[in-house]
């Protein structure tokens, strides 16, 4: 099977591209480095000339409602314009568990593009997948002793595991399937706390809690699944271990 995958050089699309090649599939990387824009539609349609399936993983970090909205609508209307114009069979999307109890701007967009899968011209599956075990790692990348923590509760998941859940699914069209978590509850602060001392990083962490509905939804339960779901079997912990032997090996 060739396969595209959009956004296939960021922090899950590698592994879907690894993973499609592990099982011995064709990988075709939809990214600018690839000649690809996902937002005006450049090289798309040349790019999937011969493609069975997509998975789309791209993403923006939109805080603001009209700029995610604007991305995830124009990318998803771009793949399954030019995905229908080269005979694609399939378009397997990621999304996130919680987005309808948590209206912020991010959330609001990947709900866009949900839309659009789901009433497309191509048949199409959705997984939704919890926060990834490297979410709070970019809070802590940023200038200044001080790192503000939003407070959540959350099933952390190793991208490893959901890159290899999207590459089972690409085989046939399944709608809205079941979401993929990790295999444990954690806080976000006691996350964020973990990752500050495997990474040797003294920054004073500061857990606040969103104002409003958004924030008790976080801290509430709201991006847990709701039902059943499939069960990623890589620990937080593992990821912790990981980590550490990664800030190690460059010292």
């Not at 509430?220 to 937080?236: H, I, V």
């Amino acid at each position: 099977m060739r396969v595209a995958v959009a956004g296939g050089t960021g922090a899950v699309g590698r592994h879907v591209v690894a993973e499609l090649e592990r099982t011995g599939q064709d990988a075709v990387v939809l990214s600018r480095s690839t000649g690809v824009d996902l937002t005006t539609g450049a090289g798309l349609a040349e790019r999937l000339k011969g493609c069975d399936a997509i998975i789309d993983v791209s993403n923006r970090v939109a805080l603001r409602e009209k700029a995610a909205v604007e991305f995830f609508g124009t990318v998803t209307r771009n793949l399954l314009d030019a995905g229908v114009r080269a005979g694609v069979g399939h378009l397997v999307a990621l999304s996130i568990v919680g987005l309808d109890e948590v209206d912020t701007g991010y959330y609001k967009g990947k709900r866009k593009q949900e839309e659009l899968v789901g009433g497309g011209p191509l048949p199409w599956t959705i997984l939704r997948a919890t926060q990834f075990h490297e979410f709070a790692e970019p809070l802590l990348d940023g200038r200044g002793p001080f790192v503000v923590v939003p407070k959540m509760l959350c099933r952390p998941v190793a991208t490893l595991d959901v890159a290899a859940r999207l590459v089972e699914l690409v085989e046939r069209p399944g709608g809205l399937v079941q979401p993929i978590a990790g295999p444990a509850e954690w806080r976000m602060e006691e996350m964020a706390k973990r990752i500050a001392r495997a990474r040797g990083d003294r920054k004073v962490l500061i857990p606040v809690q969103l104002p409003g509905r958004v924030g008790r939804a976080m801290t509430g339960g709201a991006l847990l699944p709701q039902g059943p779901f499939s069960e990623a079997p890589r620990t937080f912990e593992e990821h912790l271990a990981d980590l550490e032997a990664r800030v190690s090996s460059r010292r």
